[in-house]
């Protein structure tokens, strides 16, 4: 007689991976991995450093479980994206850190006018994701960047796929507007500045 499939629950997983079982800890990295993906896009902006990041978070949360270290199973998320939320500010740091080292005395600080623009619509855009409400921004995340239909956004995140467009909906509007008025409030008071 073939065995009962083993649960996937948080509680179930964390006793498995407590036990040393490889199989639970591949369901754990698939049960969080897109989470931990959106989370640093969302934080971020930066995919190449999401997808740099995910195994790390995952695993030294995998490690945790396997050492005991994390006692209630309904802690998992918060300690997951708690570790998430450290090491990708300890990778920001480190970048930061290694573009100044990497300035010489005579290094060129002029920037053309065209990649000018493009870096303040880049970071106008990103300062407009961070300011949407968390859960229209992960949808947005996932359907825009990810390219997700609105019916794999809904699996994703365990709601109907009308939720999803409603939400993709919402933040769209609500990210044109943030942006229209950074383009009046912004432009204005930088162009003060340069007076001065």
Known sequence: MASAPQGTNLEDLAIRIHAGDGAAEEDFFRKFEQRVRAFVVANSGDRDLAEELVQDVIWAVIRALRKGQVRQTDQIPAFLFS?????LHDKL??????KLDQLSPDAEFSRPAMEQREFERSHAARQ???????????????????????????VRLRITPESVRQRKSRGIKRLVEILAHQSQTLRPAL??????
């Open 83 to 87: 570790t998430a939320r450290n090491l």
């Open 93 to 98: 740091r480190t970048r930061s850190r290694e």
């Open 128 to 154: 407009a994701i961070h300011m949407l409400e968390p859960h229209e921004r992960v949808v947005l995340l996932l359907s825009l960047v990810d390219g997700l239909s609105a019916d794999e956004v809904a």
């Open 191 to 196: 162009l003060r500045s340069m007076d001065k």
